[in-house]
């Protein structure tokens, strides 16, 4: 069967395709992303042996928390001798832009089991929303659009641990002119500049940069917590302005 033709009547596009098809396409699309993936991985093997935890309990998290901003920000204040509740508080909050994630993808997966949204929900990362969520807007009416998202997911899983894994055995080996953190701010900058399309986006963006930078000083590095609340209250007290001006 072809993967595109028209409906006579609506004039919308209905693309069809199998399972195969959807999963190799989610990883051909997710590949290119692994250039700024592998030098974070490999910053986070090295800050985690250097943030006092073991190799083993390096890699474990990364294959049980499975998200980089937050594995980067709990070694970080683990290292600096943060309190465990605020530990887990500062990665709760940056983990929160997960759930705005499944509430984007909830409407192209809602007819699956629940075996397969748990699957899909934990290969759910920045990177992988960023290919599927454009992949599910094109084609809508795929009835194996959930197989792109498990090949994006996976690929990713596979980068990250393999990654992380190298950069714990070879912490000390890799020379610090590589300077493979500047790795980190670049891959979120990739993935955030395309999505910002609203006031209220770059309003958060930009508040959120602002109190970065200001609460550098801030113990714990809190300033990123501060920073990400900060950050999604401005975008959306900006939001509900603009919504409430609609509604009068």
Same mark, same amino acid.
């Given at each position: 069967?072809?993967?595109?033709?028209?409906?006579?009547? +609506?004039?919308?596009?209905? &693309?069809?395709?199998?399972?195969?098809?959807?999963?190799?396409?989610?990883?051909?699309?997710?590949?290119?992303?692994? $250039?700024?993936?592998?030098?974070?991985?490999?910053?986070?093997?090295? @800050?985690?042996?250097?943030?006092?935890?073991?190799?083993? /309990?390096?890699?474990?998290?990364?294959?049980?928390?499975?998200?980089? %901003?937050?594995?980067?920000?709990?070694? /970080?204040?683990?290292?600096?001798?943060?309190?465990?509740?605020?530990?887990?508080?500062?990665? =709760?909050?940056?983990?929160?832009? !997960?759930?705005?994630?499944?509430?984007?993808?909830?409407?192209?997966?809602?007819?699956?089991?629940?075996?397969?949204?748990?699957?899909?929900?934990?290969?759910?990362?920045?990177?992988?929303?960023?290919?599927?969520?454009?992949?599910?807007?094109?084609?809508?009416?795929?009835?194996?659009? !959930?197989? !792109?998202?498990?090949?994006?997911?996976?690929? $990713?899983?596979?980068?990250? /641990?393999? +990654?992380?894994?190298?950069?714990?055995?070879?912490? %000390?080996?890799?020379?610090?002119?590589?300077?493979?953190?500047?790795?980190?701010? @670049?891959?979120?900058?990739? &993935?955030?500049?395309?999505?910002?399309?609203?006031?209220?986006?770059?309003?958060?963006?930009?508040? +959120?940069?602002? @109190? %970065?930078?200001?609460?550098?000083?801030?113990?714990?590095?809190?300033?990123?917590?501060?920073?990400?609340?900060?950050?999604? $209250?401005?975008?959306?007290?900006? !939001? =509900?302005?603009?919504?409430?001006?609609?509604?009068?």
């Amino acid at each position: 069967m072809p993967l595109g033709k028209h409906s006579p009547n +609506s004039g919308s596009k209905i &693309i069809t395709g199998s399972a195969r098809s959807e999963f190799w396409a989610g990883v051909r699309d997710e590949l290119p992303l692994q $250039l700024g993936v592998v030098p974070f991985g490999l910053i986070f093997g090295m @800050l985690g042996i250097t943030s006092g935890l073991t190799p083993l /309990q390096t890699i474990l998290m990364s294959s049980i928390l499975f998200g980089g %901003a937050s594995q980067v920000v709990f070694a /970080q204040l683990w290292a600096n001798g943060a309190p465990p509740l605020f530990v887990g508080a500062s990665v =709760s909050v940056i983990n929160l832009r !997960h759930v705005l994630y499944s509430a984007s993808v909830a409407p192209y997966l809602r007819q699956l089991p629940l075996r397969w949204r748990i699957a899909l929900a934990y290969l759910l990362t920045d990177e992988a929303y960023a290919v599927s969520i454009k992949h599910f807007l094109e084609r809508p009416t795929n009835p194996f659009r !959930h197989f !792109h998202l498990l090949g994006a997911g996976m690929t $990713l899983w596979v980068f990250w /641990q393999i +990654s992380t894994i190298i950069g714990v055995f070879a912490s %000390a080996t890799i020379p610090e002119e590589l300077s493979l953190g500047f790795a980190i701010p @670049l891959t979120f900058i990739a &993935i955030v500049t395309p999505t910002i399309r609203t006031r209220p986006d770059l309003l958060a963006c930009v508040t +959120s940069a602002g @109190l %970065a930078l200001a609460g550098q000083g801030l113990p714990w590095n809190s300033g990123i917590l501060v920073a990400a609340i900060g950050g999604v $209250l401005a975008g959306w007290l900006l !939001h =509900s302005f603009k919504r409430l001006k609609v509604m009068r």
